[in-house]
C-alpha cells in the first residue's frame, strides 16, 4: 500500500526558506553568547500579538522553528501519522504548564541579579536553553513522524491558541483571520488530497462550516492544501471575502451532481499502464455532456473519491467508461489497479465540470490533449462527430512521449476519414524514429492560425501552463482558452 501522506513541493517565501538560520544562532551560538537567548522575547511578544488577529499564522509563514522543520528537515522526515498521543489537548496545556512553570522559575532565581549583566546574561540563558530543547526534541519528532509533529504540542502554539480566543472574544479578527475556504463544497472531488499534504495533518475537507470555512485553530495558515487542491477551490480568505468568493462561483457543471451506486462491468487494459473501467448504473436521473468528469469511490474511511474524465457514456445501456492510469506511488490507484474487480458494487458521484463543456456556438475548436489528458476528448469527439452543432471545425492535436502511447488511436483515425470537420494532429516527444511531427504540442499549436478559436485543454500541469502562455502570447483571449488538469 502507498503511503497516505504525501510529500509535496511547499511554497516557500524567503522568511519560510531562511528563517531556520535564526534558530540555529540563538539555541546554538547562545551557548557562546547567552545574550542571544534575548531575542526569543519579541518573538514571544510577536507571535502572542499576530495570533490575536490571524491565529497561528505566525507558525506557518514566520516561525524559525517550523522553517528548520519545513525547510531543513522536511526531505528527511518520515512522513508518518502524528500518533494521538501528540495532538492530544492534555498534552498541549502539560507542556504549556510545564514550560511556564520552568520559566517563571529559573526568572525568580536569576531576578536578585536584576540591574547587572549578569541578569541579562542568564536571562538570556534561559531562553536559549529552551530554544535548544525545541530544537532537539522537535527535530527527533520531526523524523520520527511528520515535520510539523511538534508544532502539535508546542508551548508557543498554546499561547496563540489562547491569544485567537481572545482575539475573537473581542471581535477583532472579522477582517484578519483569513481561513482556508472553499468556493463551493459542491466542487469538492472528496479526494482528501489537502488532507494528506496537511503538514499538521488536519482534513479541512471534512470540516466546512456554513460559510465554506475550515474553522481549525490548530491550522497553521499555510497554505499547502490550497496550492495543491486539484479542484482549485481553496483560498486563504476572512469571511467577507468567502462570502465574495462562493457568490462569484457558478455552480455551472456541478449543479447537476449525485452520489449513485453502479456495478464495474469491465476492466480491460488498454496498455502497460492504463486499464479502462466500465460501470453500469441503474439510476435515471444522471445528467452528462460529453467534457464532465466523475468521482470514483475508492474506500470508506476516510471516505475517498478520485476524479476521472469520463470517456464514454452510454444512456441507454446505462454504462460511464473511465480510463485510469496507474501511477508511480499512487494511492488511489493503486487500489483501483488491485482491489477493483469485475462485479464490484462502487459508489460513484457527479458527472460533473465545466472547464471542458464546449462552447458549440463556436466556430472553430481546438482540442489539446497531452498523455492521460486524452481521456475526456474521446466522448468530446464522438459527440461532435455523430451530432449536429454551429462547429465547422474542429481540431485534436494530441501529443505523447513516444509513438506507442496514443491511446484510442484507430477511433480517432477513423472519426478524421468519417467527418471532413474533424482534423487529427498527433506530434511526438521523444521518438527519433516517428516520421509525424515532432516535439511538444506547443510546437504544433505556434504554428496554427488560431484568431478566434475557442481552445479547451487536458493534461499535466507542465504542458497545460506552457500552452497556455504560448496562446496568450499568441494574442489568444483569455476567456477562449479553457482546461482541466489531468
Ligand atoms: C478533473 C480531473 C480529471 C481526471 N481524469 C483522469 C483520467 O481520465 N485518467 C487518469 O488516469 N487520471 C485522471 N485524473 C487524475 C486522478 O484524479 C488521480 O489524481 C490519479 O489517478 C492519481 O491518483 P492517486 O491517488 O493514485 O495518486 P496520488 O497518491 O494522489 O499521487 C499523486 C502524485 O503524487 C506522487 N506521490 C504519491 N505519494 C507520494 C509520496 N509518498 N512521495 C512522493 N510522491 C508521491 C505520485 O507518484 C503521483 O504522481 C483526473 C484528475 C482530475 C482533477
Ligand atoms: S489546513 Fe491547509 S493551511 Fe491549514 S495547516 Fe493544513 S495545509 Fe496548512
Ligand atoms: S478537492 Fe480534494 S483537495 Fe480540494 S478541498 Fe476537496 S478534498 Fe480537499
Known amino acids: 500500500m502507498s503511503d497516505f501522506y504525501i510529500k509535496t513541493n511547499r511554497i516557500f517565501t524567503p522568511l519560510r526558506k531562511y528563517a531556520w538560520i535564526f534558530t540555529l544562532t540563538v539555541a546554538i551560538g547562545g551557548l557562546w553568547f547567552p545574550i542571544l537567548g534575548l531575542l526569543v522575547i519579541p518573538v514571544i511578544l510577536g507571535l502572542t500579538f499576530v495570533a490575536l488577529f490571524k491565529g497561528r499564522y505566525w507558525c506557518g509563514n514566520i516561525c524559525a522553528h517550523g522553517s528548520m522543520f519545513d525547510s531543513l528537515l522536511y526531505p528527511i522526515t518520515g512522513n508518518k501519522k502524528i500518533p494521538k498521543f ?39 540563558l534561559i531562553f536559549v536553553s529552551s530554544y535548544l530543547m525545541v530544537t532537539v526534541v522537535g527535530s527527533i519528532v520531526s523524523i520520527a513522524f511528520s515535520s510539523r509533529t511538534w508544532c502539535n504540542f508546542c508551548p508557543m502554539g498554546t499561547i496563540q491558541k489562547f491569544s485567537y480566543k481572545f482575539g475573537k472574544a473581542l471581535r477583532i479578527t472579522k477582517k484578519t483571520d483569513e481561513k482556508i475556504t472553499a468556493a463551493r463544497t459542491d466542487m469538492c472531488h472528496s479526494c482528501g488530497k489537502c488532507s494528506r499534504v496537511c503538514p499538521m495533518q488536519l482534513s479541512p475537507h471534512d470540516a466546512f462550516s456554513e460559510d465554506n470555512q475550515f474553522d481549525s485553530e490548530n491550522c497553521i495558515r499555510c497554505s499547502t492544501c490550497v496550492v495543491n487542491c486539484p479542484a482549485g477551490i481553496l483560498t486563504l480568505s476572512n469571511l467577507d471575502e468567502a462570502k465574495e468568493i462562493n457568490s462569484n462561483t457558478s455552480p455551472k457543471g456541478y449543479d447537476t451532481r449525485k ?82 474487480n469485475e462485479g464490484d458494487d462502487i459508489m460513484l458521484q457527479g458527472p460533473m465540470g465545466h472547464e471542458l463543456l464546449i462552447d458549440k456556438t463556436a466556430k472553430e475548436v481546438v482540442f489539446v490533449a497531452g498523455g492521460i489528458g486524452i481521456t475526456p476528448f474521446r466522448a468530446i469527439v ?33 472519426y478524421s476519414d ?3 470537420k474533424f482534423d487529427y494532429v498527433k506530434v511526438v516527444a521523444f521518438d527519433d524514429e516517428y516520421e509525424g511531427h515532432k516535439g511538444f504540442v506547443t510546437d504544433v499549436l505556434k504554428d496554427m492560425d488560431l484568431v478566434d478559436n475557442k481552445i479547451y485543454m487536458c493534461g499535466p500541469p507542465p504542458m497545460t501552463k506552457a500552452a497556455e502562455k504560448l496562446l496568450l502570447n499568441m494574442n489568444i483571449p483569455s476567456v477562449d482558452i479553457s482546461y482541466e488538469s489531468a
Do not use: H
Not at 513516444?402 to 491511446?407: A, V
Open 259 to 340: 452520489a449513485f451506486m453502479s456495478t464495474l462491468k469491465e476492466i480491460n487494459k488498454i496498455n502497460n499502464t492504463t486499464n479502462e473501467y466500465v460501470f453500469k448504473f441503474t439510476d435515471e436521473d444522471v445528467v452528462y455532456e460529453p467534457g464532465q468528469f466523475i468521482l470514483v469511490k475508492i474506500q470508506d474511511k476516510p471516505e475517498m473519491y478520485r476524479a476521472y474524465s469520463i470517456s464514454g457514456f452510454d444512456n441507454e445501456e446505462k454504462t460511464v467508461t473511465i480510463d485510469v492510469k496507474k501511477m508511480d506511488k499512487g494511492y488511489g490507484t493503486g487500489i483501483i489497479f488491485n482491489n477493483f
Open 86 to 124: 501528540f495532538k492530544s489537548k492534555i498534552l498541549g496545556l502539560s507542556f504549556f504548564a510545564l514550560f511556564s512553570f520552568k520559566l517563571i522559575s529559573k526568572f525568580i532565581l536569576v531576578s536578585s541579579k536584576w540591574g547587572t549583566m549578569v541578569f541579562w546574561q542568564k536571562l538570556g
Open 382 to 414: 464522438k459527440d461532435l462527430v455523430e451530432n449536429d452543432s454551429a462547429i465547422k471545425k474542429f481540431t485534436l492535436v494530441y501529443g505523447a512521449n513516444k509513438e506507442n502511447e496514443f491511446m484510442f488511436d484507430d477511433e480517432f483515425k477513423n
Open 418 to 420: 468519417s467527418s471532413d
